[in-house]
């Protein structure tokens, strides 16, 4: 028997009758819950998504090639396939900071690559943060300070309670007049708020660079002779240019995700660059959106163990960041790495990508393959199934995941823990 | 029991001035001198060898969001200084912005055994938790922020009792696992997200109307009034700017004969004279520091090379932006909180300001007369990385060198300061005072930083080399509670270390307004901001280490 939880049991004692959402990157933490048979009901508040993912029907089964085994043959199997990989991809990352802790770890031994299933967004960020670094708040900052919130190339609706939670009326500073203006699509999928008024500026996403640019140069006292740019008039320009230079807080929200253009950390760059300029005069920040699927965690985790932030191979002579080389995508493609672990304990959706080399899947117990992978071990998820630790797309606050629905299942890092201690056996 | 035979022992909590001695150890105490008859199971003989009790940094940022802001940040300063999987020890990164294991190995390495993140702010405290948690071999503490946050200033503008205000203090102290209180540019990180570009000590909040002078007073009111140990660790308005040190006596005084410790108190003693308008105050600060004994400092001191500063004073990291070396910084608001900001940083002996800097931190180890009240940091990492101590040491020991080194610096800097007129050069004694003695005395770790019958067994082993930098940087053998864990300045064994708190009594009816203000306000919840005991290490600490307060009534 391979199994001993009592050695891995985290014991985290919340006294709130809430519970946190681990399910998108705002980590809602107002949440309540009643038992259902197996399960939990969401009480209040929650959006579709919360709704969704928090039902797990499925008690979940270990399989090899698509067929039933037991979770120990299933974790020997794995270790088996690592034990003969020279460099494995230990990839998707979607867990807890205690799963990230024991995915780093088997990297570690393995001499692995580490990278996030939303890698390529987190490293625009990470890309125009690393070239000039940036100016940002959090969310409570926006709740309680933001008069002007611009919005570019997203509308936040991937984060349904992103307006409930960070522009609700209620500022300890007294009341706000609030205006939110959508660079991008129109801004039909925005909530009416008391006392926010909404506006739009229609604009192609992948130029939402030049209109930064544009603006940073007059801010600088640079005349402009063009009469629109990037499709915005220039007097539409000016007068955005106004409220933004007149905003007491100002906060320019992008969600990486969504700027999925070539090229798209420029943009980051550029925005990050128009928010810097602004505050020789007044205070403005930038707020990065993202974080799902325990992204934020998972970069915090290897930034403050090996000092970079994910995309990172365990070699001989240390830690290697390669930001460009180890994409997953490309790791895959090229075959530069030859055996791939796919951690997805959030989200069913979030299956592996297509591999030619062999995969081992921890996933939710009701994920759903096309093509069976080589072994497929259900795991308990973080936050309704197991207790654990998530930060929130800000970073700053890390919060602590209960268990209103635990399970018989075993956690990422329980799994991960048996696997790195069964490749000894394997390898011997 | 393990007898540590003939070491010339230095342990000044108990006036013991290189008294050649034997330490026996059992259960990882050190225990008194049995009786002939007692099993002694290994015998080490210290014959010539400088023994001291683990040292104690009570001053440097090992872990908390903004290190990590700073680790993102500098990929090209980790790739000077990969390290590899070694033994039990885990792969990261050195230098500037050190992974957390190698945190912890290095500093073990040069014989500390307890470190002190000064700056974690309540709301990032179960992440500083989690990040001090993978740091290994030494003991850890936080100091808690407070000072800028918007629930305390709402309460001094409004004018609340004292002893509102001290539960509110003692509640943070409590909920985020802190060990003290540290306030930073007080009021001034609120004051920067009202757009205000500095705060004097006596200048009204932009909103609030309240002063730092009264958040420092009621700060370390309530430090002293809830029986924490160590004073309000105060980072003082004006870091940086020209003339700061009116500023850092003026905010002496205002503690008013309470206890108070002024942090990096090098980066605030800098006075205007001179052509460039930046000159040393050192003398003047030494000065006041010698006669006020409720007042202690560390002196945050500056050594040349690439480094990063990190801090909480969101409102002077972004002023200090345009000197930022490589060109990139981030500044951060922070949750109604506090804040950050993240400047990379290359100070350079060439350079005027920065040679000043260095000759002022000199200068001021020199001139304080009582080690007890001056501590030896670089601020890590704002001054310098904290591998550059045993430099540093031999800096205070070696008039000659530290001369050789003056006569390397921008040459109007040298001729502007004082420095080749101190002769003073720090004893072992004076040194194992400041490092060990009195960072433990001053944090309330009664058995820690001595050698006494019933201290913990953290012991350090030096030869005694002329060469002090050599002789601090590798110390022979490093124990911790009992176990060897460095042999040669190489780790030989990891261990994990335990989390240092304060427990204060305090009026737990301050959740009622400060759940109310969190329901209203901010986006998580007040009980979910409390990081609890039983987190402590499942976050990875070995165990929590309570200490008990005992208040003073107000």
Known sequence: MLWHFGLFESSISVSSPSVCCPFCGLLCDDLEVSREGEGVRLERPACPRASRLFSIPDPGQAMIAGLPISLDEACRSAAIILSGSHRPLIGGLGCDVTGHRAALSLAEKLGGVVDHMHGRAQFRNVRAFQDGGWVTTTLSEVRNRADLIVLAGTDASRYPRFFERCLAPASQFGELTRKVVVLGGPALSIPVMEGVSVSSIPIDAGRLGELFAVMRARLAGIPTRAADVAGVPIGQIEALLADMRAARYGVLVWNAVELDFPQADLTIQSAVNLVKDLNQATRWSGLPLGGDDGGTSAAQTCTWQTGYPLRTAYEIAGPRYEPLLFDSDRLLKTGEVDALVWISAFDPERTPPAADCPTVVLGRADMRFARAPDVFIPVAVPGVQHAGFLHRMDAVVALPLTAPAPSSLPSVAQVLAIIQRETNHAAA | ?554
């Open chain 2, 1 to 554: 029991m393990l007898r540590l035979k003939n070491g010339r022992i230095y342990d000044p909590a108990h006036g013991v001035d290189g008294v050649v001695r034997d330490l026996y150890i059992e259960d990882g105490r050190i225990v008194a001198a049995p009786g002939p008859d007692a099993r002694i199971d290994r015998d080490i003989d210290l014959a010539g060898r400088v023994v001291m009790g683990g040292a104690i940094d009570l001053h440097t940022h090992i872990g908390g969001g903004k290190l990590n802001i700073a680790r993102a940040l500098l990929p090209e300063d980790h790739r000077q200084d990969p390290v590899p999987t070694s033994g039990g020890m885990h792969a990261g990164c050195g230098h500037a912005a050190p992974s957390t294991w190698t945190t912890g190995y290095r500093y073990a390495e040069m014989g500390y055994t307890a470190c002190f993140e000064p700056a974690m702010q309540p709301t990032n405290a179960r992440h500083t938790h989690l990040e001090m948690g993978d740091i290994p071999m030494v003991d850890k503490g936080a100091y808690a922020m407070l000072g800028s946050d918007d629930f305390f200033l709402r309460m001094l503008a409004s004018g609340a009792d004292q002893r509102l205000i001290n539960d509110y203090v003692g509640w943070t102290l409590d909920a985020s696992q802190a060990m003290a209180i540290k306030v930073v540019n007080p009021g001034g990180i609120s004051a920067f997200k009202f757009n205000a570009r500095s705060l004097d000590l006596d200048e009204a909040h932009p909103y609030y109307r309240v002063t730092p002078r009264q958040v420092v007073q009621a700060l370390a009111r309530a430090v002293h009034d809830l029986g924490v140990a160590h004073p309000l660790h105060v980072h003082a308005s004006n870091l940086g700017v020209p003339g700061n040190a009116d500023t850092t006596l003026a905010t002496m005084a205002a503690a008013e004969g309470l206890p108070i410790h002024l942090t990096h108190i090098q980066f605030h003693s800098y006075g205007t004279e001179g052509e460039r308008k930046f000159s040393s105050e050192a003398e003047r600060i030494a000065d006041a520091l010698n006669r006020m004994s409720n007042v202690s400092a560390d002196v945050g001191q500056v050594l040349f090379g690439q480094t990063v500063t990190v801090s909480g004073d969101s409102m002077k990291q972004y002023g200090n932006h345009r000197h930022a070396s490589p060109d990139k910084w981030v500044v951060m608001d922070i949750e109604c909180d506090a804040g950050c900001g993240v400047v990379p940083f290359k100070y350079r002996d060439k350079n005027f300001v920065n040679a000043l800097q260095w000759a002022i931190g000199l200068e001021l180890f020199l001139r304080v007369n009582d080690p007890w009240r001056i501590f030896l940091t670089t601020d890590h990492p704002n001054g310098a990385p904290f591998t550059s101590y045993p430099h540093l040491i031999r800096l205070l020991m070696d008039k000659r060198f530290r001369d050789s080194k003056l006569d390397e610096i921008n040459a109007e800097a040298a001729a502007h300061s004082q420095l080749r007129s101190l002769d003073r050069e720090y004893s072992l004694y004076e040194i194992a005072i400041m490092t060990r003695a009195a960072p433990a005395r001053s944090l309330g770790l009664t058995d820690r930083g001595h050698l006494g019958e019933g201290a913990a067994a953290d012991i350090v082993v030096y030869c005694d080399d002329a060469d002090r930098e050599a002789m601090f940087a590798k110390p022979e053998y490093v124990f911790k509670d009992g176990q060897l864990i460095v042999r040669d300045g190489q780790v030989v064994n990891v261990v994990n270390g335990a989390l240092h708190v304060v427990k204060p009594e305090y009026d737990k009816g301050i959740e009622k307004p400060l759940k109310d203000y969190f329901d209203r306000y901010m986006t998580v919840r007040m009980e979910h901001v409390r990081v609890s005991d039983d987190e402590i290490c499942t976050c990875g600490a070995s165990k929590l280490i309570p200490h008990v307060c005992k208040g003073r009534a107000a």
